[in-house]
């Protein structure tokens, strides 16, 4: 089992619409999940943090995190071409060593 | 205040070369990661480093190094080139070591002919 796994996609969204992203964790003692947005070409630029249960919010953006349920989603709402991109999830926790772990990442494909 | 950078962006070396990666955090930031990107494999993790250690170590051969200096500036070097070393080498930082947002630069391509 690999320790974050996400669906690769590419996952296709009209716009104006939610795109729903998910990824789960092995590690039951992470502590600190990030989301990524990474377009063809550049590096990773950070959009979300969370580090407790719920949601939480930033403009379009809002990410969920269930630690009993070890999984962290991502929702874009409004979906717009320029969100096209690879959604990368990143959790932090003690089985790794206190490091980043990466999932492959969700490519999203914004359809005007 | 001024980004994550790295240098050079862009390299082109052969097989059985070595080659060193540069990497500038963020003003005040003081742990610095190494990652390697593919295709293939995706973004895997090299090394980190916090206040001049070590603090965490992937899982590549001994031809992957790095090192930190007192103003947090990093490198990265790899021995021996191998067609499988092209990849992006991206480098990240953040204020502590552990749990924090890492904020990446804008990677090193590196091609191995």
């Known amino acids: 089992q690999k320790e974050v796994e996400q669906n690769s996609g590419p996952l296709s969204v009209p716009e104006g619409a939610i795109a729903s992203l998910n990824c789960t964790y092995s590690?039951?003692?992470?502590?600190?999940f990030f989301w990524y947005r990474q377009y063809s070409g550049k590096s990773p630029e950070l959009i979300m943090s969370?580090?407790?249960?719920g949601d939480k919010e930033d403009g379009r953006f809002t990410a969920q995190l269930n630690k009993a349920s070890q999984y962290v989603s991502l929702l874009i709402r409004d979906s717009q071409p320029s969100d096209s991109a690879t959604y990368l999830c990143?959790?932090?926790?003690?089985?790794?060593?206190?490091?980043?772990?990466f999932g492959g990442g969700t490519r999203v494909l914004v359809k005007p | 205040k001024a980004g994550v950078t790295q240098t050079p962006r862009y390299l082109i070396k052969t097989r059985g070369q070595q080659v060193t990666l540069s990497c500038s955090p963020i003003?005040?930031?003081?742990?610095v990661s190494w990652y390697q990107q593919t295709p293939g494999q995706g973004l895997q993790f090299l090394f980190e480093?916090?206040?001049?250690?070590?603090?965490n170590k992937g899982n590549f051969p001994g031809r992957f190094s790095g090192r930190q200096f007192s103003n947090s500036r990093s490198e990265m070097n790899v021995s021996t080139l191998e067609l499988g070393d092209s990849a992006l080498y991206l480098c990240?930082?953040?204020?502590?070591?552990?749990?924090?947002?890492?904020?990446f630069g804008p990677g090193t391509r590196l091609t191995v002919l």
């Open positions: 969370i580090y407790s249960n």
């Open positions: 990143a959790v932090n926790g003690p089985a790794a060593g206190n490091k980043l772990t």
């Open positions: 480093y916090f206040s001049e250690t070590q603090r």
């Open positions: 590690d039951r003692g992470s502590q600190s």
């Open positions: 990240a930082s953040t204020v502590g070591s552990g749990g924090n947002e890492q904020f």
């Open positions: 003003s005040g930031h003081r742990s």
